[in-house]
């Protein structure tokens, strides 16, 4: 089978556009409305075509190549559950999600995949989200697959469900299977880490790893309108600092040789993990290059799909198309 096309809007750093392009899809068109994400596309992938927008102004008429695509998908921003926000069109996040399916719509792809909290797949405070959608999209000649994946499944070091939402036109719908987990085994934070802790030549980074046994929590990129970068609310905190992590704040160095990290000034015997290993949590490649300054690199890598979970859904959707 030859390369698919697909769109990809709220691209953010681009971790599902590239276990996207892993899996056999080459974007046409990818959209974000933050130019630090669509600086770090262009560093990674200059032959991509960009556009800095809000997903809200695109009009697939002005960008005639978004038309005829094998799949449009989306890495949205995380729907709120609140009772402040039951209906799609209340908040920016529903709105996001509406203007995808709207252009789904418009373009009709032969599959839509969007990812998202995993309330979203069968969360009654979603049921109104899920009947939209489906009304929108069904007399269009869409199947509809919802299911939860765990990004540890596929070898990423973290405990971070998705709510995935597969929709294929019916010719396809019933060739597409959820991906099966890629490891038997999961990945933990330790193991992933220990290359980059001992980087400095701390002597302690064995011992650190061992203690560090277990997936890494759900990473939290955080609000724009919020302080700087850490690691998550108060209980995924105590989760850390059980991994002999703080997770109060990033550091700007891994430990030297006798464990120091000269920008850690706090009080705390534990270790601050740095953004580049915030990216390995995220399995990342070590040459993927993120614009901007300490918090919004964090912020882009947190907000991420990690790739291998692209990948896998990429590879189940392609199969899907071929048959």
């Not at 799949?71 to 949205?76: E, F, M, N, R």
């Not at 019916?170 to 880490?193: C, D, M, Q, W, Y």
């Amino acid at each position: 089978m030859g390369r698919l096309r697909s769109v990809d809007v709220c691209s953010g750093a681009g971790g599902l556009a590239l276990g996207l392009e892993r899996a056999g899809f080459d974007p046409v068109v990818l959209l974000d409305n933050k130019s630090v994400a669509c600086e770090t596309l262009q560093r990674n992938r200059p032959a991509w075509n960009v556009l800095e927008m809000d997903l809200l102004d695109f009009d697939p008429v002005e960008h005639p190549e978004s038309y005829d695509v094998d799949l449009l998908s989306a890495g949205l921003p995380r729907v709120k559950s609140s009772a402040t926000a039951q209906r799609v069109e209340t908040g920016i996040e529903r709105r996001l999600l509406g203007a995808t399916v709207l252009l789904a719509h418009a373009v009709q792809p032969r599959a839509l995949l969007i990812e998202n909290v995993p309330g979203l797949v069968d969360g009654p405070e979603f049921d109104e989200v899920r009947d939209y959608i489906q009304k929108e999209l069904e007399h269009l000649g869409y199947g509809f697959h919802w299911f939860i994946v765990n990004a540890a499944d596929f070898g990423v070091p973290q405990d971070r469900e998705q709510g995935v939402l597969v929709a294929l036109k019916n010719r396809f719908f019933s060739a597409f299977r959820p991906p099966k987990p890629t490891v038997a085994r999961h990945i933990t934070a330790g193991e992933a880490l220990h290359a980059s802790m001992s980087e400095r030549g701390w002597t302690g980074a064995v011992a650190w790893a061992a203690q560090a046994d277990r997936v890494a929590p759900t990473l939290v990129g955080g609000s724009d309108k919020r302080g700087g970068a850490d690691l998550g609310p108060t209980g995924t905190k105590k989760t850390w600092a059980r991994m002999g992590i703080n997770g109060g704040a990033l550091s700007n160095e891994v430990p030297g040789p006798n464990g120091v990290q000269e920008s850690d000034t706090s009080p705390s015997g534990l270790k601050k993990i740095t953004v580049p290993q915030t990216a390995i949590l995220q399995s990342f490649p070590n040459d993927w290059v993120f614009a901007g300054k300490k918090t919004a690199q964090y912020r882009q890598i947190g907000h991420a799909s990690p790739p291998p979970v692209g990948e896998a859904l990429g590879k189940s959707i392609a199969e899907a198309l071929d048959s």
